[in-house]
């Protein structure tokens, strides 16, 4: 069974301010790891996602998140972050077993506040 | 543009209905899946098909059935409503198999209040 933890309920920031949004997952098996966000009244859409190969990896809107294997962490991070960040982020993994049914399990969601 | 449409944005239910929640793909994707969205609790997986008239029980069924008649398709069905499914309902589907076929596409949610 998977689980994934994101610890930080609300993060609020200043614009221009870099920020990261931690997750951290538990899995006795390999997983796929995701990063979505979600506007105001609107459904999820991907950020980014981690498969195979390089750890760090680029994703839509000047995010990046990094896999880190030995600490089982997907941190999500922004050098410099726009009040248009303003929304709910959610991690989510993917078991990456052969016949895995793609499901997702996702952590509680971490409101990034953006201020001016 | 890849889509995943859910039929209504807002629903108000008595307790007690019968209550239909759709969802439909137009990317000829094999999985579908029903998660319910609570402040705090982030989604939960209600129900998902892997194929026609195929379905499985996710983490939250009770109170919950579904139907998959048609593979773009995928409803969502609260047998009788209770104040207690007030939530945001949101459908999604993916490909097959693992790797790129992983990404989950979301619609647009309904948030159901049930009085």
Known sequence: ?116 | DVKVTQSSRYLVKRTGEKVFLECVQDMDHENMFWYRQDPGLGLRLIYFSYDVKMKEKGDIPEGYSVSREKKERFSLILESASTNQTSMYLCASTLAGGGTNTEAFFGQGTRLTVV
């Open chain 1, 1 to 116: 069974a998977q689980s994934v933890t994101q610890l930080d309920s609300q993060v609020p920031v200043f614009e221009e301010a870099p920020v990261e949004l931690r997750c951290n997952y538990s899995s006795s098996v390999s997983v796929y790891l995701f990063w979505y966000v979600q506007y105001p009244n609107q459904g999820l859409q991907l950020l980014l996602k981690y498969l195979s190969g390089s750890t760090l990896v680029k994703g839509i809107n000047g995010f990046e998140a990094e896999f880190n294997k030995s600490q089982t962490s997907f941190h999500l991070r922004k050098p410099s972050v726009h009040i248009s960040d303003t929304a709910e982020y959610f991690c989510a993994v993917s078991d990456r077993s052969r016949g895995a049914t793609n499901k997702l399990i996702f952590g509680t969601g971490t409101l990034l506040a953006v201020q001016p």
